[in-house]
């Protein structure tokens, strides 16, 4: 940690930081390190407007001085958090902010409170060995998924800014230094309740759900158990938007403990990816070599983190130990069936499903049985499928498929089961509103970085762009929308440290 004091700029946000009056415990002071020469790479208009920031007197150096780490807005109390997590299924009771700083919350203009954290800007109390910087790659990767997220509308932290600091940073190369200015609706961890519990420090973790039950589900006050109605909450939340990740094709990969926000939205998706042809064991994490977060796998690692974060909580679920575990157990359920229940409703949406059928699960699970023998986009797929509902000829799927396999038996079943009063045209328009055409292609984020590394962003631009519209046939992006060539192909993704 720099000593050095930075200048503080003018009235920029309204900060109101709840997570630095909590205790000493859960957080240390952290100062953003020297950057020689901060540069704007870009800055997302829309969500300072959103967050309620007046930047109108503010150039673009001067952006970059802040969202670089080089000037403390007034009213900051940059921290860094404290937390804990289970990573790859081991626990280390010691993890925390090490590349990451709280500027502090603010509360936008829909009247929610959010987080706005630098990520790279240098070491902290918490960064072990590591040097507290973040390379350019991995704050692209970052920016283009969150602001897809924003646009697909599944819960994710935002991208408000990304800066280049002008400093090499020591990878496997040397790589530029960038940092990212993320904004989430808090950083609180599954691993921030693990902080706390490990110590046995039960005054903590009943202060953490304290202030997690005002700023994420102040409903469950009013229930007769709060902190087992926020646990059911968190469960919930969790489940819907796993369900949410598979109905798009994401792959998280690396979902520890300590990158599970409390609040459903996704967070930390360093080595995330999206599945081209579908295929449910997929993984793309280079550090993931069991597949232990593999695509089909992810509803179960969720329960599985959700346990961990019961464990913590069961003190507080009941003062009988035998009922605290059987409350957690009713929700560890609950969770299951939640998922179940969210993952059905997305894709009978996906394939143009309306009312209750009694074999709409075995036909969602068959198409996609197809689609795995034959290697069939996940993303396209949809979508054709969306166009033969709306009268295209079925060529328009069977050309989605890589590999030959027989659609005719499960396109007749398909046709039984929408063919109930809904004009085709309409059946298109509501499934092309659930099925987006255009996902962040990993080789299209590789792509972009390795432009931007030699210095050249307009990629970068041009797909952030692009991805705010998903659902658009846009002709000029077109291209975007491609799956990969054999030599295109990402295999591996690497996390951002
Ligand atoms: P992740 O799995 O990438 O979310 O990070 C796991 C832990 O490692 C967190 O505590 C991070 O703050 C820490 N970490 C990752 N990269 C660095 C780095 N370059 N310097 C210091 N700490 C890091
Ligand atoms: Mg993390």
Redesign the pocket.
């Known amino acids: 940690m720099s000593g050095r004091s930075r200048p503080r700029s003018a009235f920029l946000f309204s900060f109101d930081n709840s997570y630095a009056r909590l205790p000493q415990s859960f957080h240390r002071p952290a100062r953003p390190a020297a950057a020689s020469a901060p540069k704007l790479i870009r800055f997302n208009q829309g969500l300072a407007d959103e967050l309620g920031l007046d930047v109108t007197d503010t150039d673009e150096g001067r952006l970059a001085q802040i969202f670089g780490g080089q000037v403390i807005p007034i009213g900051a109390e940059p921290l860094a958090q404290a937390?804990a997590?289970h990573?790859f299924g081991h626990f280390n009771p010691q993890?925390?902010?090490?590349?990451?700083l709280l500027l502090g919350e603010v509360i936008d203009r829909a009247g929610r409170r959010r987080d706005i954290q630098l990520k790279?800007s240098g070491?902290?109390a918490?960064?072990?060995?590591?040097?507290?910087?973040?390379a350019l790659g991995p704050v692209l990767r970052e920016y283009i998924v969150s602001e897809a997220f924003a646009a697909l509308g599944v819960p994710a932290t935002r991208a408000l800014a990304a800066v280049a600091t002008g400093e090499q940073?020591v990878r496997e190369t040397m790589m530029p230094g960038a940092v990212f200015t993320r904004v989430a609706s808090s950083h609180i961890r599954v691993g921030t309740f693990q902080f706390f519990a490990a110590q046995g420090d039960e005054a903590a973790v009943q202060t953490l759900a304290d202030h997690v039950i005002d700023r994420h589900y102040p409903e469950a006050r009013d229930a007769e158990n709060p902190y087992l109605a926020m646990l059911i909450m968190v469960a919930e939340r969790q489940a819907r938007l796993i369900a949410r990740w598979l109905s798009i094709g994401f792959i998280h990969g690396?979902m520890?403990t300590?990158?599970m926000a409390i609040s459903g939205e996704t967070i930390?998706f360093?080595p995330c990816a999206f599945l081209d042809e579908y295929d449910p064991r997929k993984v793309f994490s280079s550090i993931d070599q069991r597949g232990r977060y593999a695509y089909a796998n992810q509803p179960g690692i969720g329960q599985w983190n959700i346990a961990r974060l019961a464990e913590c909580l069961l003190p507080l679920l009941d003062v009988d130990e035998e009922k605290a575990i059987e409350a957690a157990n009713a929700v560890l359920k609950a969770f299951g069936d939640v998922f179940q229940g969210a993952w059905l409703e997305l894709f009978k949406s996906k394939l143009g499903l309306t009312g209750e059928g009694a074999d709409d699960r075995l036909l969602i699970t068959d198409f996609l049985e197809l689609m795995h023998q034959g290697e069939a986009d996940f993303t396209l797929t949809f979508r054709a499928l969306s166009k033969v509902a709306g009268g295209s000829g079925d060529e328009v799927l069977t050309q989605q498929f890589n590999a030959p396999v027989s659609l005719s038996d499960w396109l007749s079943r398909w046709r039984m089961r929408i063919g109930h009063g809904r004009l085709p045209a309409d059946l298109q328009m509501a499934m092309e509103t659930v099925n987006p055409v255009l996902i962040p292609r990993n080789h299209r984020i590789e792509e972009a970085i390795a432009a931007a590394i030699y210095g050249d962003f307009s990629n970068f631009h041009r797909l952030v762009d692009a991805l705010s519209q998903p659902f658009a046939e846009d002709p000029a992006t077109a291209d975007l929308r491609v799956p990969p060539t054999p030599e295109e192909r990402v295999t591996r993704t690497f996390?951002?440290?």
């Open positions: 937390y997590g990573q993890l925390g902010d090490g590349r990451a790279g070491p902290t918490f960064s072990r060995n590591g040097d507290g910087m973040a940073v690396v520890n300590d990158n930390d360093g996390c951002g440290t």
